[in-house]
């Protein structure tokens, strides 16, 4: 895995990872006024930050040398 795959798949498991520590406060409490729109946000967020991490990882790396020549 290249740096940038890297940097999809940590934003992926930050996505995931932010949805499951929402959904575990928000069962401790009772606020289900507020944390249901709250969720909604979080939630369309967190498919964004997935969605990113997801195409950053499947993005296969540029080759350096097809890189130069086509700025050159």
Request: charged share 15%; proline share 1%.
């Given at each position: ?54 195409t ?17």
């Amino acid at each position: 895995m290249d740096r940038t795959q890297m940097a999809g798949a940590l934003i992926m498991f930050g996505a995931v990872s932010q949805v499951i520590l929402f959904l575990f406060g928000a069962a401790r409490k009772s606020y289900a006024a507020l944390a249901l729109p709250v969720f909604g946000a979080l939630g369309g967020v967190s498919a964004l930050a997935f969605w990113i991490g997801w195409t950053m990882l499947t993005t296969e790396a540029e080759i350096e040398e097809e890189f130069n020549e086509e700025t050159a």
